[in-house]
C-alpha cells in the first residue's frame, strides 16, 4: 500500500487527489482543491478532506500540476466535470407524500366513519337490533332534549347516550360512557 501524505503536506488549498466514500471499493480517485481538513492528524488510509465543491473523501496522494479554484478532474478521462455546488448531489431519500397528488373524495367523511359500536358489559339482553342501530347511527342533528320547565330543569336531568340510546345517566356518566365507545 503507498504512502498517504500527511498532514504537513494536505493543507487547505492543496491540489490532492481523493477517493470518495461511494467509490472506496472500486478505488477511484478524484482530483480537487481542499477547503477544509475534517480529520486532526495522520491516518493510514488518508486524511479525510472537504474540497471546494464540497466533496468528502481521503487524499490519497498529491495531484501534479496548479490548483485550478473550482474546477476537479477525475482520472477516469471520459468524466471531467466543473463542480456547481453541493446542492447538486441526488439526494439520499425521497419522501413518497410527494410523488403523486392523493385523490380527492368527492363526499365528505363523517365522523361515523371512526364510531365503533358499543362493547357490552355486564349482564345485558343480547338484542341483535341493538347491535345493528349502534352501527347505524346518525349525527345528522344534535340529540332531542326534551322541554323542561323550570321546576324541573334544577333537577339533576338524566340524558341519553346521542351513541347507542341505550344509556341514560347525568352529565359526568353520560361523558365518562360515550368516550367508552372511542376507546380502543
Same mark, same amino acid.
Not at 44 to 69: C, E, F, M, N
Not at 163 to 174: H, I, K, M, S, T
Given at each position: 500500500? @503507498? ?13 490532492? +487527489?481523493?477517493? /470518495?466514500?461511494?467509490?472506496? $471499493? ?8 481542499? *477547503?477544509?481538513? /475534517?480529520?486532526?492528524? +495522520?491516518? @493510514? ?16 496522494? /498529491? ?7 473550482? =474546477?476537479?478532474? +477525475? &482520472? ?16 439520499? =431519500?425521497?419522501?413518497?407524500? =410527494? ?5 380527492? %373524495?368527492?363526499? $365528505?367523511?363523517?365522523?361515523?366513519? =371512526?364510531?365503533? $359500536? ?9 338484542? @341483535? ?8 347511527? %346518525?349525527? *345528522?342533528? $344534535? @340529540? ?15 340524558? &341519553? ?13 353520560? &361523558? ?9
Amino acid at each position: 500500500m @503507498p504512502q498517504v501524505p500527511s498532514t504537513s503536506d494536505v493543507t487547505p488549498g492543496a491540489f490532492v +487527489n481523493i477517493i /470518495l466514500k461511494a467509490d472506496q $471499493p472500486t478505488g477511484r480517485t478524484v482530483q480537487g482543491t481542499v *477547503s477544509q481538513l /475534517l480529520t486532526r492528524g +495522520n491516518h @493510514p488510509r488518508g486524511i479525510k478532506v472537504r474540497l471546494s465543491d464540497g466533496r468528502v473523501g481521503r487524499v490519497q496522494s /498529491l495531484a501534479d500540476g496548479v490548483s485550478h479554484q473550482g =474546477y476537479t478532474k +477525475n &482520472t477516469d478521462a471520459e468524466d471531467t466535470t466543473q463542480a456547481t455546488s453541493r446542492s447538486a448531489a441526488a439526494p439520499q =431519500y425521497v419522501d413518497a407524500r =410527494y410523488d403523486q397528488e392523493q385523490p380527492s %373524495s368527492s363526499q $365528505p367523511i363523517g365522523l361515523e366513519a =371512526y364510531i365503533k $359500536p358499543a362493547k357490552k358489559r355486564g349482564k345485558g339482553e343480547n338484542k @341483535p337490533s341493538d347491535a345493528a342501530e349502534a352501527t347505524t347511527v %346518525s349525527f *345528522s342533528s $344534535p @340529540p332531542q332534549m326534551p322541554d323542561l320547565s323550570e321546576e324541573q330543569s334544577r333537577e339533576k336531568t338524566d340524558t &341519553t347516550c346521542p351513541v347507542c340510546g341505550d344509556f341514560r345517566g347525568d352529565e359526568a356518566a353520560l &361523558t365518562h360512557h360515550v368516550q367508552s365507545h372511542f376507546d380502543d
